[in-house]
T-cell receptor
Framework: DAGVTQSPTHLIKTRGQQVTLRCSPISGHKSVSWYQQVLGQGPQFIFQYYEKEERGRGNFPDRFSARQFPNYSSELNVNALLLGDSALYLC?????????????FGPGTRLLVL | AQKITQTQPGMFVQEKEAVTLDCTYDTSDPSYGLFWYKQPSSGEMIFLIYQGSYDQQNATEGRYSLNFQKARKSANLVISASQLGDSAMYFCAMRPDQTGANNLFFGTGTRLTVIP
């Protein structure tokens, strides 16, 4: 079975632009979470979605938004990009949104903001 | 608030030897899960091992074992018989069970280098 997939793999944007990142969960998984990993740090939680509803939000500004589609894939949108948004964006999926679920990560999207 | 501390920015180990990567955590939640992930240079976070806060025995998965000391709030990863392919970043993470979301809190990671 295919793992979590993300697109694009790399992206270069300039300050003030908007970006959309995409994630497809493991087949049968209904929950998707997004993380931001700045160089030299561990990942930081941005959002969790389950059955198309937001189940959790980390400490990120409103420039960050996300949604989940009926097929459980997800998009992360970032508006008005800042240099500090340059990071590896990771998507993770779980079968449900329950506490006992292990998150399985995709390969990430590397975003560079110039 | 949740906090994960990994005090070893980098570690070296001889091939075929065992190595311990340290992790301490701080949480006020009575129930939580502890995880270790491996991140090669490709970027993908690979799940290694899980320990529940109420589990009586230390978790093991093949060459990986988790030395869980609840009173000391530590969850060290032990890798036995190191292989060259073990060279990567290793992250300790915690998921508090009280929150509605299934989000993980990560440490800053330890870079492990296996020497031939």
């Amino acid at each position: 079975d295919a793992g979590v997939t993300q697109s694009p793999t790399h992206l270069i944007k300039t300050r003030g632009q908007q970006v959309t990142l995409r994630c497809s969960p493991i087949s049968g998984h209904k929950s998707v979470s997004w993380y931001q990993q700045v160089l030299g740090q561990g990942p930081q939680f941005i959002f969790q979605y389950y059955e198309k509803e937001e189940r959790g939000r980390g400490n990120f500004p409103d420039r960050f938004s996300a949604r989940q589609f009926p097929n459980y894939s997800s998009e992360l949108n970032v508006n008005a990009l800042l240099l500090g948004d340059s990071a590896l964006y990771l998507c993770a999926s779980t079968p449900i949104a329950g506490r006992g679920e292990t998150q399985y990560f995709g390969p990430g999207t590397r975003l560079l903001v110039l | 608030a949740q906090k994960i501390t990994q005090t070893q920015p980098g570690m070296f180990v001889q091939e075929k030897e065992a190595v311990t990567l340290d992790c301490t955590y701080d949480t006020s939640d009575p129930s939580y899960g502890l995880f270790w992930y491996k991140q090669p240079s490709s970027g993908e976070m690979i799940f290694l091992i899980y320990q529940g806060s109420y589990d009586q025995q230390n978790a093991t998965e093949g060459r990986y074992s988790l030395n869980f000391q609840k009173a000391r709030k530590s969850a060290n990863l032990v890798i036995s018989a190191s292989q060259l392919g073990d060279s990567a970043m290793y992250f300790c993470a915690m998921r508090p069970d009280q929150t509605g979301a299934n989000n993980l809190f990560f440490g800053t990671g330890t870079r492990l280098t296996v020497i031939p």
